[in-house]
């Protein structure tokens, strides 16, 4: 009878101990169609490689505003992907965890410096958020237009155009009767992240940036005279012709080949190389300055909420998703780079001999994250009106720039300087 | 407790629950708007205490030139939109309301623009006002040679003209349809009796018809 019992007390005991390790996550990840079988997978993949915990992937209409208004309601999952540059608002507001513990420390030490960078939260040290794929951006080319204007194609960073020598391109390709705007510079895509991901660069290119890292005060910085300049030379291209308007619509490079280059990033590979086959041509980013050539780069990335309590299986499933095949897959499905340096020669695309190397010498020596603070949902807002207003109004360069300028310190103020991050 | 006194209170006992959902979804949150307002309060929580800020918040929107330009556009778009709108949507609805023929077909594809999402209405317009070679741009070549081109939405001179037009067509069979309803609701007899009368059709419409509009006009 004492033998029965203790068996029975010892199974319940055992099955307690099993149930209470099973853990069930859920995830939310963007609703992207490129993403969507990349997602797909990585949940069926994760379920068939163990047995302890299971994963539900839930990509997510309206990703942005579904994450404020979970916040709010106290109803975020346990795991979910969360864009770069908005990470510190995220940390500042106390919704994420760091994450260095649940990471695997070998998968850490092989991220992209500029992906280690983009999810370390400046105050502590900590990292909140680590992405499976980087991003940057390079001058798209037609070959066929570029070769019958005479013109010679730089192969690698360190004989990129210097912005002169741009402009020099941008007036023989306008020449071209097949040509009817030489540059697209996407702004057909609107007000939003890409003009920071996209203008950005060409200030630090010389020097400048949106707002002074260390003291995190923008004016001054922003609206430098070096910034003003800057921006003055793009507002002439417009006013010359040069640039894809916005009205014209987002084909003009890959569809209508109007356009002989274009500026956007790495998301556009499978529309350019299928649009322009074999006269597709990928150029370094054009130096503005001393700096050299700089694109942006990052992009979403795994986060946990403060709120979440299922460490250990949120650990298991972050390191299986970091792990060398599956970031080597996101990259292969949706045409991003790999985040570790070790995934890189797996990839077709992205290896030394691959059609996209030059994306992955761009992210190792020339990409600059962008201000990684809590004002970053404004600063990036105001500096994208301001872009907008330049690139497609005749706005006054300088009366733009200083009211970007205006808009984020004042915010800073409106928040006492987001401590710890002080002014 | 008399029947009066009975009768009121069960009386305000049934509309207690509209009193209270209104209180809830409007009142309370419009009052908290108010105060709000003279705060540094944030939509998303965060670490440090919100502050009274006077009338701070209101200072910098009354300063802010994209406030006012945003503000001019949309009386500017209101004044431009609603006339055209019951102009082409009064006239659409006399047109479908006389005895044409097909004027079936004619009304279904009338109301074709209500019927469209409105990402699909904006792709259509996206494709007439295309540059440089658009729809409306192809016109346009006709009269000013090949290669002109205007820039309808990027030009600050036509981008307001453009959206009106793009707005009037996409919601007129709304008034259509509250017209034609109403012209249709006008007894056959009316019209007889004011041609009896030696009615025009000018001061037929006026009394008949133009009325039924009126009433219309004011219920659209």
Not at chain 1, 37 to 52: D, G, M, R, V, W
Not at chain 1, 71 to 98: E, F, I, K, R
Not at chain 1, 126 to 155: C, F, H, M
Request: with cysteine; hydrophobic share 45%.
């Amino acid at each position: 009878m004492k033998l029965k019992t203790l068996f029975l007390i010892g199974t319940a005991v055992v099955s307690f101990s099993a149930t209470a390790r099973a853990e069930s996550l859920t995830v939310w990840v963007i609703n992207g169609d490129s993403e969507k079988p990349y997602f797909a997978q990585l949940e069926e993949k994760y379920n068939a490689s163990q047995s302890e915990n299971t994963v539900d992937v839930v990509p997510i209409p309206g990703y942005t505003q579904a994450i404020q208004a979970a916040t709010l309601s106290g109803d975020l999952p346990d795991v979910m992907l969360v864009d770069g540059p908005n990470m510190a608002s995220l940390v500042w507001t106390g919704t994420l965890q760091p994450i260095d513990d649940l990471l695997d420390p070998e998968i850490k030490k092989d991220l992209l410096p500029g992906i280690l960078a983009q999810g370390t939260y400046g105050p502590d040290g900590k990292l909140y958020q680590v992405g499976p794929y980087d991003s940057s951006e390079v001058l798209w080319g037609n070959r066929k237009l570029l070769e019958e204007a005479g013109i010679e194609i730089p192969t690698s960073v360190d004989d990129a155009w210097t912005a002169d020598q741009l402009e020099d391109v941008l007036a023989k390709l306008k020449a071209l009767p097949a040509v009817e705007w030489p540059l697209d510079m996407k702004l057909s895509d609107g007000v939003g992240e890409w003009l920071t991901y996209g203008w950005l660069p060409f200030l630090e290119s010389n020097g400048g940036d949106v707002i002074d890292r260390e003291t995190w005060v923008a004016d001054g910085t922003m609206n430098s005279d070096a910034n003003v300049a800057i921006m003055e030379r793009l507002s002439d291209w417009v006013n010359k012709g040069y640039i894809v308007p916005a009205s014209a619509g987002d084909n003009k490079f890959y569809g209508e080949k109007t356009a002989a280059l274009a500026w956007v990033g790495n998301w556009m590979w499978s529309t350019h190389e299928k649009g322009l086959g074999d006269d597709l041509v990928l150029i370094p980013p054009p130096s503005f300055g001393d700096k050299g050539p700089v694109s942006s780069n990052g992009g979403f990335g795994w986060a946990v909420p403060a709120s979440s309590t299922k460490l250990n299986a949120i650990s298991s499933f972050l390191n299986f998703s970091m792990s060398r095949e599956q970031v080597g897959l996101y990259a292969d499905i949706t045409g991003y780079i790999p985040a570790r340096s070790s995934a890189v020669s797996f990839s077709k695309l992205y290896s030394s001999e691959g059609k996209g190397a030059l994306f992955v010498d761009v992210a190792n020596c020339c990409t600059m994250v962008r201000p990684v603070h809590p004002a970053y949902p404004v600063i990036t807002s105001a500096f994208a009106n301001a872009v907008d207003h330049i690139m497609t109004g005749k706005a006054d360069v300088r009366d733009e720039l200083d009211n970007a300028a205006e808009t984020i310190d004042e915010d800073i103020e409106d928040n006492a300087g987001y401590p710890p991050f002080g002014r | 407790m008399n029947i009066r006194k009975k009768s009121r209170l069960q009386q305000y006992a049934m509309l207690s629950p509209a009193i209270l959902a209104l209180g809830l979804l409007f009142a309370l949150p419009f009052a908290l708007s108010f105060w709000f307002s003279f705060t540094d309060q944030h939509l998303v929580p965060r670490p440090i205490p919100t502050r009274f800020i006077g009338l701070r918040n209101y200072e910098r929107i009354l300063t802010d030139d994209d406030f006012w330009q945003a503000v001019t556009n949309t009386i500017l778009f209101s004044c431009l939109v609603v006339p055209l709108q019951l102009v082409v949507s009064l006239g659409t609805a006399l047109i479908l309301n006389a005895k044409i023929p097909f004027r079936s077909a004619f009304r279904a594809i009338a109301i074709l623009p209500l019927l469209l999402p409105m990402t699909v209405v904006v792709a259509i317009w996206a494709v007439i006002y295309r540059i440089p070679n658009g729809a409306l741009n192809a016109v346009y070549q006709l009269v000013a040679g090949p290669g002109a081109y205007i820039d309808w939405l990027g030009s600050s001179s036509t981008a307001m003209v453009s959206v009106v037009v793009l707005s009037a067509w996409a919601t007129f069979p709304y008034q259509m349809l509250i017209y034609l309803a109403g012209l249709q609701d006008i007894s056959p007899e009316l019209y007889e009796a004011a041609r009896v009368d030696g009615a025009t059709p000018g001061s037929g419409f006026a009394m008949s018809p133009g009325r039924a509009c009126a009433m219309s006009t004011s219920s659209s």
